[in-house]
Structure formats: structure tokens, C-alpha cells
């Protein structure tokens, strides 16, 4: 593929840069359809992204609608079907200034006026579209074969929330339609799994404006899987001597000036509450709280390590733009955990919370993931606690532990706590880029800063280390990670609803309900439904929108015999039971198991 570059030559795109240079130029000839229909916008910035392109546009008091963009997109197509040349010409800064004056472009005006005085400025043009911009771009639009407009959206000049909002319009480009049409069908599987639209079919969780943006509600069926994740995860702790505690889900203004939060992420909290002489934030995170329980008392070298666990609830101002329903809200609930160790427990105790970490994925079939060591950027004066000598003994005693723990893992730079490095264990979802799941952090910072003590063999006090851990991370993200891991298919054990009782018709209705009684007094999850539908109606339903793993379906045959006929969900095969009392005996173990 050859392009133009910004000095007039053309040349060879290399591999790596070709659909930076597609995403490109699709932007420019988004713009120049859009200044076809819309003679009046002004172009603000039209990159090309990760994922595709977009442009920030200025339409006045036109506002447009996802549903504008195939009258775009087709002009688009006919402007690629022109064939026009793109070209490119410096300009020396006053004469550019003019020109984008000229055509109104006051947002490339300001543009300008940011630029280093010694900056070259080059325009590049096709037809009578003239934008700024470094290029390198195709050299004929016909060059754009595969193309497709996403979504209209909005943001902010400059991303500054006190300038104006402006129409961003979103796309895709690719080098082939093949192309195209494999990321088409990979968005329509996100969309089938997306967990907001999963969540809302399935009534697990809602949100609403009027309670907050970020601020989710779990329904009874979701609240059921959250409860199901709680116990599950408490159970494993619990096996590993922690002790679980309750702490308040606001700190004072000085409590995370101690633990050097408010320097490092005041940004983040939300805002100041002032009560009587106290200031008070709703807490981003809960180290300072277990610091302080630490802290009430004398220690022994005999009673580390303790580790304090706790699932807990945090909040944080996410922008408005980063919220994903439960993955990523401003409310969430940490499976949270604090491990005061002794410098000589340090690996047993990272050993044993990686140990949980590949357990626990072993229980959820999680088998795409991959470790990093993330360390600090030491040229970041602002965002890390500002110690060498403490950064270089955590990080070399993290990396050694890892290495002698024999976990491949590579190494991230910036990407620490900024009280510490940490193992952060990034999953590959079904769809979409990874996250970080599970983490565990060394602290050398916190401990002195809250003055924390024990007792040593040799009557000296000593500072413990702290390890930060969390295996599910937020219970919230990894509900959703599941949700669209299984496209809301839950094992039997995670289930919202276990089993449904549905009773063919009037004759069969007392003993379905006799069945429902004893599945239910078994505390099996389930649903009886006595609807006056056909049966292949509420079959439909259970399978669709419950994804229920059992259907007891229940005839006149059944009734008779006392018998129960069981659908799985798995094979879609019915097996019939001699009695209820066998089903729940075989269920009881399934769920027991976690299969």
C-alpha cells in the first residue's frame, strides 16, 4: 500500500502503520462528507484510534442521531468511488492561520496557536477538503476499501469538561471487507454478551439517573449470585485462617492523609463532607481501615500473619465515559484482604495467595490469563511515594519471590500501586481487551507511615510488611466477567434459579406444587410456573430468559406415578426420576461439588 508523507513523497506504508494510515484518512473523508451535508460544521480533531476512527465535530444546533450515519457513510462512498488524489503543502504559520480563518475552522485556529512557534504546519487535501494535519495519508481515497461507521457520541473540546460539547462521530476501517466483516460479527458476540444487556433480560441488576450514574442495584436474582460469590470466596479464606472484619464505608480527610491517599488520589474520591469540626470521604479503598485495626492492638513476631479479609464496600468518581454498568462503577465491592507478615513470611505468604488466585480459577474454568510484575516509572515524580531505596528492595523482593515461585510473568513499567509494586493477573475475556482480575501487592510504605509494630524474637519492635490482595477482585467485575463468560449460563452452584417446576396443565398443578414445596424446603433455588400458558411457552421462557439449568416438567403421567421428569439444560435430555427425593439428593451433590 503506498502513501503520502507530509514532506510530498510517496512511498511504502510498512505493515505496522497501515491501518493507523486507513483509520486516518477515513477520518478526513468522514469529515469531508459530513462538510458536504453540514456546510456549516467546524472540525475540531479526527484521529485515528485502536479500534478505528473518530472526529470531534462543531454542527451549532444540529444535533445528530446513530441514525444520521448511513446517509454519512453513504456519502462517504462516493466520495471514495471519486477517486480523489489526496495532497499535502506546509504553510508557513501566519499564512495557515489565514487559511483556517478563512474557512471558519476556528478550532484549528487554536489549534495552531498550541503549537511551538517552530512547528511545521502541513495541510493535506482531497477535492475541497482542506485539513491540518501530520499525515502520512493514502494517496487516492479509492485506497479505503472497507469501511463502516459505529455511533455518534459526544465530548469535549480539548477533553475539558468547562469548553464546549462537541458530536463525535465514531468508525471503523479495515484493509479488506473481510476484515471488516470478521470485526462486524466479533461486535455482534460482545453485544449477545454484553452483561448490561444480559443483566437487564435476566433481572440481575439495574441502574437509574435519578439514583446516580456508576451507582448499580443488584435485584434479587443478581443479589443471589453476588451472595453465592461472598460465601464462596470466604469459605476458601476462611480455610486459610483469615479473619474477616466489618469496617465503615467513610474515613476522615486525615485518615488518607496518614496513608498518603489524599496526595495520591484525592482526584479520584469523591467530594469532602464537612460535619461539625470532621471532614469526611466516602472511602476509595479499605488499607487505611485495617491498617488502624492492626494497630489496636500489641503484636507478637507469634501472631504473624494475620490476614484481614473483608468484602468491602469502596467508591470512586469514575468519568462519567469509563462506566460499564457493574464492571466499572463509581460503587463496588472488594474481595479485599490485608496479610501482616514478617520479612522472612513474605514468599510463603505470596505463594499461598497465588495458590488461591489458581484455585479459584480452577473452579471457574478460567484458563486465559497472564501474570505482570508491575512496577513504578521512577521518572513519575507525582504519582508514587517517593523512596529509591524502599522501591528497589520491594520490587527486587517481589520479583524474586515470583521467580522462585516459578510463575512466568513479564514486567510492566508504571503500572504499580504508589505504595508498591504488585502481581496483577490480567484475564482474556470471551470479548473485548484483558483487565486485571486478581492482584497482590507488597507494601514496605504503609505499615511506617501508620507506625505499625510487632514485637521480634529478640524483644526489638519491628515494622511488619503488608500484602494487599484481592482474588476477585471487585465481586461487581467479576460477576460481570462471569455474566459474560457464560452469556448468563451459570453453573448450577452460581445459579440465580436452579430448578422450575412447570405443571402441564390444571390436572398436574397440586402435584407440582408439591414437588416445588419439597425442592424448595431442600433450600434449592426454585421456581414454580403455575401460569395459565402452553407448556412450550413456559419451557421457552425458562430456558431463554431464566437459563434455568433444570426443568421439572409435570403431566398427568407424572402426578399419577409420583415421578418427576427433569430437562437438562446441559444435553437437553429428559431423565426420569422415581421421586422428587432422588433429584434432590443428585442435585444437592451437584451443587455441593460445584460442578
Not at 511506617?448 to 510487632?454: E, G, H
Request: hydrophobic letters at 35%; aromatic letters at 10%.
Amino acid at each position: 500500500m503506498k502513501i503520502l508523507y507530509n514532506d510530498g513523497q510517496v512511498g511504502e506504508c510498512p505493515e505496522e502503520l497501515e491501518l493507523e494510515v486507513l483509520r486516518h484518512s477515513a477520518a478526513h473523508i468522514m469529515a469531508q462528507a459530513v462538510s458536504r451535508l453540514y456546510p456549516d460544521a467546524k472540525f475540531a480533531y479526527g484521529p485515528a484510534t485502536e479500534k478505528g476512527f473518530h472526529y470531534d465535530i462543531d454542527l451549532g444546533d444540529k444535533t445528530l442521531s446513530d441514525d444520521d450515519l448511513p446517509e454519512i457513510e453513504k456519502e462517504m462512498q462516493k466520495i471514495v468511488k471519486e477517486n480523489l488524489p489526496f495532497k499535502v503543502y506546509p504553510l508557513p504559520r501566519n499564512e495557515a492561520i489565514a487559511l483556517m480563518k478563512e474557512r471558519g475552522e476556528i478550532y484549528k485556529v487554536e489549534h495552531i496557536d498550541d503549537l511551538p512557534e517552530d512547528a511545521v504546519i502541513t495541510f493535506y487535501q482531497q477535492g475541497d477538503y482542506i485539513d491540518m494535519c501530520v499525515g502520512p495519508h493514502l494517496c487516492y481515497t479509492k485506497a479505503l476499501k472497507a469501511f463502516h461507521l459505529t455511533a455518534v457520541s459526544g465530548a469535549y473540546w480539548k477533553n475539558n469538561q468547562n469548553n464546549k460539547m462537541l458530536t463525535r462521530l465514531n468508525g471503523v476501517a479495515f484493509r479488506t471487507k473481510e476484515e471488516l466483516a470478521k470485526y462486524e460479527e466479533q461486535v455482534k458476540e460482545a453485544k449477545a454478551r454484553d452483561h448490561r444487556k444480559i443483566g437487564r433480560e435476566m433481572q440481575l441488576f439495574m441502574t437509574d439517573d435519578l439514583i446516580g450514574k456508576g451507582l448499580p442495584m443488584f435485584l434479587p436474582k443478581g443479589y443471589t449470585i453476588w451472595q453465592q460469590l461472598e460465601d464462596y470466596i470466604k469459605d476458601k479464606e476462611r480455610m486459610q485462617g483469615y479473619q474477616h472484619v466489618l469496617t465503615p464505608c467513610v474515613g476522615t480527610v486525615d485518615l488518607y492523609k496518614t496513608s498518603g491517599h489524599w496526595d495520591h488520589y484525592k482526584e479520584n474520591m469523591f467530594p469532602v463532607m464537612e460535619l461539625e469540626e470532621d471532614r469526611f470521604v466516602l472511602r476509595p479503598m479499605n488499607c487505611p481501615h485495617h491498617m488502624m485495626i492492626y494497630a489496636n492492638q500489641l503484636h507478637s513476631y507469634r501472631d504473624l500473619p494475620i490476614r484481614i479479609g473483608e468484602i468491602a464496600h469502596d467508591f470512586r468518581f469514575e468519568p462519567s465515559g469509563t462506566l460499564k454498568g457493574i464492571e466499572r462503577g463509581r460503587h463496588f465491592c472488594q474481595n479485599d484482604a490485608h496479610l501482616f507478615v514478617t520479612p522472612e513470611q513474605i514468599k510463603d505468604e505470596v505463594s499461598a495467595v497465588v495458590d488461591m488466585i489458581f484455585d479459584v480459577y480452577k473452579d471457574f474454568g478460567i484458563t486465559d490469563y497472564r501474570c505482570v510484575l508491575s512496577l513504578r516509572d521512577p521518572d513519575d515524580k507525582v504519582k508514587y511515594h517517593q523512596d529509591d531505596a524502599m522501591w528497589e528492595h520491594a520490587e527486587s523482593a517481589l520479583r524474586e519471590v515470583l521467580r522462585e515461585l516459578n510463575i512466568d510473568f513479564t514486567e510492566e513499567i508504571g503500572e504499580a500501586a504508589f505504595y508498591g509494586p504488585k502481581l496483577d493477573v490480567n484475564v482474556q475475556p470471551a470479548v473485548g481487551a484483558e483487565y486485571t482480575l486478581s492482584t497482590c501487592q507488597l507494601d514496605f510504605c504503609l505499615p511506617a507511615k501508620f507506625d505499625l509494630k510487632y514485637v521480634d524474637k529478640d524483644g526489638t519492635e519491628k515494622t511488619p510488611v503488608v500484602l494487599h490482595r484481592a482474588i476477585l477482585g471487585s465481586l461487581d467485575r467479576f460477576m460481570a466477567y462471569m455474566i459474560e463468560e457464560t452469556k448468563g449460563v451459570f453453573p448450577v452452584w452460581l445459579a440465580p434459579l436452579q430448578v422450575k417446576v412447570l405443571p402441564v396443565s390444571e390436572k398436574s398443578a397440586d402435584y407440582a406444587t408439591e414437588v416445588y414445596r419439597k425442592i424448595r424446603m431442600a433450600r434449592i433455588r426454585v421456581e414454580l410456573d403455575d401460569r395459565n400458558e402452553k407448556i412450550g411457552y413456559k419451557i421457552r421462557a425458562a430456558r431463554q430468559d431464566d437459563k434455568v439449568p433444570y426443568m421439572i416438567i409435570v403431566g398427568e403421567k407424572e402426578a399419577a406415578e409420583g415421578t418427576v421428569s427433569v430437562r437438562d439444560r446441559a444435553t437437553d435430555q429428559t431423565e426420569t426420576f422415581a421421586n422428587v427425593e432422588d433429584f434432590i439428593a443428585k442435585l444437592e451433590t451437584e451443587i455441593r461439588e460445584r460442578k
